[in-house]
C-alpha cells in the first residue's frame, strides 16, 4: 500500500515542450478525489485548488493547491498526509515554484524547487540545497500536465510531448491518446478520451522503468474534466474518482447532477 500513496503524492505535486502549455485550472476551480486501493474502497481522499495570487510588484500567478491523504482503513495501516503546492506565472506559463511536503509512518520529508529560466536553473531545497539544469520547455509536475492535457482537444492517436519533473531529475513523457471509454462514475455516466503517459525519447526510469502505468480519463464535454485516474502496479492498482468538483470563480458551469 506504501508505494500507491506514495506515488499518488508524487503524481499530484506537480508541457509542451516547445509551446506555453494551457494552464491547467483556472482561479477558484477545485477537484475533490476518492481513492479506491485494492480491497480497500475509500482508501484515500486528493483534494485539488487553484487560486489566483496577485502582490504588489509581483506578476500575477496561479498556485494549484494538492492535497492527499489516506482515510479509514487505510489509514490504519498507512497514516499518510502530503501536501504540494505549484506556483505558475500567469503570463508565460511557467512553473516558477513547487513545494511538497508529506508524512508517512512518523516520519516527515518536504522539499522545494525555484526556478531561474533566464539561466535555465532551479534551485532544489531540502536538507541540503543543489542546482539543477532546467531543459528548455515548460517543465511541472505529472499530475498538473495530465490535468492540462483537458484544454488541447486530443484525438485517439495524437501524442503529446511533456517536460515532467520528479524530484530532482526531469523526465521527457509522451502523453498518447489511447481511445475512448463510457463511464459510470459517482458524478453520473461520461463519454471519455483515456490518456496514458510513456517514456520513448530516453530510456525509462523511475516508476516507468518498474513498470508502473498511469491513466487519466478526460471527459469529452463542453468542459473537459479529469474524471479518473488509475496507477497500475506489478501488485496491484489505485483508482481515484472525481466525486466534487467547483467551477472556477468567472464561471457558473457545474457538473452533471
Known amino acids: 500500500m506504501k508505494p500507491f ?10 508541457a509542451a515542450v516547445h509551446a506555453a502549455p494551457p494552464l491547467a485550472l483556472k482561479d ?4 475533490e478525489y476518492k481513492v479506491d486501493w485494492a480491497v480497500l474502497p475509500g482508501a484515500g481522499l486528493i483534494n485539488i485548488h487553484a487560486k489566483k495570487i496577485t ?43 513547487v513545494s511538497e511536503s ?20 532551479a534551485l532544489y531545497k531540502d536538507d541540503v ?7 528548455e520547455g515548460f517543465p511541472t509536475d505529472l499530475i498538473t500536465c495530465l490535468l492540462s492535457t483537458r484544454n488541447l482537444n486530443m484525438r485517439p492517436g495524437q501524442t503529446h510531448d511533456a517536460l515532467v519533473l520528479f524530484g530532482t ?14 463511464l459510470e462514475t459517482p458524478l453520473g455516466a461520461y463519454r471519455t478520451l483515456i490518456l496514458e503517459p510513456r517514456m520513448e525519447h530516453s ?21 473537459p474534466l479529469p474524471i479518473r485516474f488509475r496507477v497500475d502496479f506489478k501488485f496491484g492498482a489505485g483508482l481515484a474518482n472525481l466525486v466534487r468538483y467547483t467551477p ?10
Open 28 to 31: 477558484g476551480e477545485a477537484l
Open 129 to 135: 540545497s543543489q542546482t539543477l539544469h532546467v531543459p
Open 248 to 257: 472556477p470563480h468567472s464561471t457558473t458551469t457545474s457538473l452533471k447532477p
Open 169 to 182: 531529475e526531469f523526465y521527457d513523457l509522451t502523453i498518447h491518446a489511447i481511445g475512448y471509454e463510457e
Open 55 to 97: 502582490k504588489l510588484n509581483e506578476a500575477p500567478s496561479l498556485s494549484i493547491l494538492t492535497e492527499t491523504s489516506t482515510r479509514n482503513l487505510a489509514r490504519t495501516f498507512l497514516k499518510f498526509d502530503a501536501k504540494s503546492e505549484s506556483i505558475f506565472d500567469l503570463a508565460s506559463g511557467h512553473l516558477m515554484y
Open 102 to 121: 508529506s508524512y508517512a509512518r512518523g516520519r516527515s520529508r518536504s522539499h522545494s524547487v525555484t526556478f531561474s529560466y533566464k539561466d535555465h536553473t
Open 203 to 223: 530510456p525509462p526510469k523511475g516508476m516507468f522503468k518498474k513498470g508502473t502505468t498511469v491513466r487519466v480519463w478526460i471527459s469529452q464535454d463542453s468542459n
Open 5 to 14: 500513496f506514495i506515488v499518488l503524492s508524487l503524481l499530484f505535486t506537480g
